[in-house]
């Protein structure tokens, strides 16, 4: 019977997909390397994976409740695993060409189209590089000084500004009596998607405010951070496409990079990964610059901003998380109406593109219940316990066929999703008084 299982693993584990197509650009790092949905239950295979000293890889994603786990794994691992009695199945064959895919395709000109046409859509067609967003960004700040404010909030560890994006309609309504609803992304790194996104969440904001004056332009106050680790992300468009964390030093020298999501200070604990590892925490909470930059700024502008909501963007597995992270057992506030709002955005989703969103606590995602550090030190907790109402992650698209190197031509369609999401979200905020 074993035998059968075995031979069944390893003929699925080794299946070969079509070739793909020849790409321009060359990235010898990950050429042949591979990432490879193990369906199985993902306690069982991660526990098994911790104690086997024989295989070397790299956590994707997963599913307690479609029980899979996705892992990246070189050419020799991928053959290690075929010795294991699971259900296996190559998603992406060549991680090489898969990155190929995500890198702009044309030389557009964004800043020349946007400087005639501030709300054109040319910024969306590919991913665009900090300096592209940058540049963007300080367009739209010109294009509309009474509604658009970029402000510099502090320097990261290799001195780039962090910026946060604050759109605000000059109204009757006192400013520090306005709810604020906060929209971050690209805190890790490779997740392209979350950046682009919150940048598609602005446009559409902007839109929105130029029309007829209405409840949410009028009566929110909004924050985004388009890229919460300016270093990573330039690290993975010039260094390695699929780095996480941020840029800093550690306590060991060659090892950088502090996960910024496992460093806020609510229920914080030391990850059981080294610092060379892509959950590393630091030594102590805060130690990640961007977010000791992000708190310190709540906290010297605590009387400007009424934060109410918080949404983080996240890529990749289509999921709604509400809190908590750092435990399970941990009950939140108003549970019954957080995850009735969670499912109105899942379904809100689907009435925009169709796609499914799975509703879960952030727990279960993280891990939490497996190992509790897991879930620890999140940028979701720290703002559900201490700033905003309602807080919720978004994992946007997809649900693994592309992982975190979502093609560019999702940009546009992920981007109305979360559009959508937002807009549901204020309306519900607005209505809950
Ligand atoms: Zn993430």
């Known amino acids: 019977m074993w035998g059968t299982r075995l031979l ?9 997909g079509l070739a793909p197509p020849q790409q321009p650009l060359v990235f010898p790092k990950y050429h042949n390397e591979k990432v490879v949905r193990i369906t199985e239950d993902p306690k069982n295979v991660l526990s098994v994976l911790a104690s086997a000293n024989n295989i070397t890889y790299q956590k994707w994603g997963s599913s307690a409740s479609e029980r899979f786990v996705d ?18 199945q190559v998603i992406i064959e060549n991680l090489a060409d898969a990155i190929a895919e995500t890198m702009p395709q044309h030389q557009d000109p964004v800043v020349e189209t946007t400087q005639a046409h501030p709300l054109s859509e040319i910024f969306f ?37 962090l910026k946060i994006v604050h759109i605000s309609r000059p109204s009757d309504i006192d400013h520090g009596k306005r709810k604020t609803v906060v929209v971050t992304g690209g805190t890790h790194a490779r997740e392209w998607v979350s950046v682009s996104s919150v940048c598609y969440a602005i446009y559409s904001l902007l839109q929105l405010y130029l029309e007829e004056p209405n409840k949410i332009s009028d009566q929110l106050d909004f924050l985004f951070i388009p890229v919460m680790n300016p270093d990573g992300y330039a690290y993975t468009w010039t260094e390695d496409r699929l780095w996480k964390k941020n840029r800093q030093e550690t306590h060991l020298p060659k090892c ?4 910024i999501d496992h460093s806020f200070e609510f229920h914080w604990t030391r990850s059981s990964d080294w610092a060379c590892g892509e959950e590393y925490s630091g030594e102590s909470p805060f130690e990640a610059l961007e977010a000791r930059m992000w708190h310190q700024y709540l906290n010297s502008t605590n009387d400007d901003h009424n934060i109410y909501g918080y949404i983080d963007l996240h890529s990749y597995s289509q999921e709604v998380l509400y809190p908590y992270a750092f435990s399970c057992s941990e009950q939140p506030r108003d549970e019954e109406n957080l995850i009735e709002l969670a499912y109105g955005i899942s379904k809100t989703i689907r009435r925009q593109s169709g796609k499914n969103y799975n509703v879960l606590p952030a727990c279960i995602d993280k891990d939490s219940d497996l190992l509790p550090d897991l879930g620890s030190g999140s940028a979701l907790d720290f703002m559900y316990h201490n700033r905003a109402y309602w807080a919720y992650q978004l994992k946007l698209r997809d649900s693994g066929s592309h992982g975190f190197l979502l093609p560019s031509k999702y940009i546009e369609p992920v981007g109305r999703e979360v559009a959508a999401a937002i807009y549901y979200f204020c309306t519900f905020i607005l209505s809950d008084e």
Not at 136 to 151: A, H, K, M, N, Y
């Open 256 to 259: 950088f990079g502090i996960d």
């Open 125 to 161: 067609r590919e991913y665009r590089p900090l300096e592209t967003i940058d540049a963007w960004l300080g367009i739209l700040q010109q294009t509309f000084p009474d509604i658009v404010s970029v402000e510099e909030i502090g320097q990261t560890y290799e001195h780039r500004p």
């Open 8 to 16: 069944v693993a390893v003929l699925v584990c080794g299946a070969h």
């Open 71 to 88: 892992i990246h794994v070189d050419e020799d691992n991928h053959a290690v695993l075929q010795s294991f009695s699971w259900s296996c």
